[in-house]
């Protein structure tokens, strides 16, 4: 069987290097490159971390596309000082390691997402875990290329409160007006909000193998252990796998066990709802998932990224 090709788009933060190594450590998976943008890091900060995270897991064959540097409502990016607890200084947990070898492609993220779209059509999956700046640069270029592609989108809260303020969701928040417009678009897009993410949580304890296996398994767990500890003030709380679930659904969308078909779009204050004019359509564009098998995706992950880490 052919192997799933798959682009994951990101803000090179904690969960989004949990989510590259599961795309890294699933043999069904070709990985074809990754995206960034700005978010929980600059995008200058999201290359480096991509690229520092692929040198450690000896992967220097997949490629790093540098994307957009800020949302479509401003002119320049701002971190939120409150992310340094979350995802420490530098993005991946204050772990030092090192300066990358390699650098960002020459074409920008938005173009190779582009050309993998018309090249590959229905048999591509782009997974977008930041805001959702890029996207919408994509769709802008290319509405119809972006049209035929399976895209997740990690972002938003249906029926949950949001984890930015009480409406919203970081990725819709940081970039509400692209967000409104891919929901806007033709794209069809499969959609892992806080619903599930908040319900598929990792213990510091589940992952503690790892920092006895080698170098790279001792850094992914202190990684992930900062942003556990950090958010959530507990080891044993667990930290919830958002980005690593949106890929993992991307791959294997039975992983989600209630899918809720809908018309999206997004407020002003960075509410994502239901339209009220598409409410009667019988096309719809999107699917949200509202809940998942949480000890299917823990078990898996946790297998695959062992299996991984060992194997290096
Ligand atoms: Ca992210």
Redesign the pocket.
Known sequence: MAKTKMIID??T?V??ALAISYILANPDIEFLGISTTF??VSVDQSVKNSLLLLEMFHREDVKVYRGMEHNWKSDSYYRDPRLDDIHGRNGIGNVDLGEPKRKAEDICAVDFIVDCARKYGEDLHVVF??PLTNFGECVKKDPEAMKRINITI?GGALTVQGNRDIYSEA?IFDDPVAAKYVFGSEAHINVIPLDVTLKTLFKVSDIKEWKEINEAGKNLYEIARFYYVNEYQDEETGGAM??PLAAFASYDPSIITNWFRCNLTVEENGRMIGTFRELNLPEKRHSVALDVDAKRFTETYIELVTRMIKDL
Do not use: K, P, T, W
Request: with cysteine.
């Open positions: 990101c803000d933060g969960d989004d978010g929980n875990v930041g990690m990725n958002h980005d």
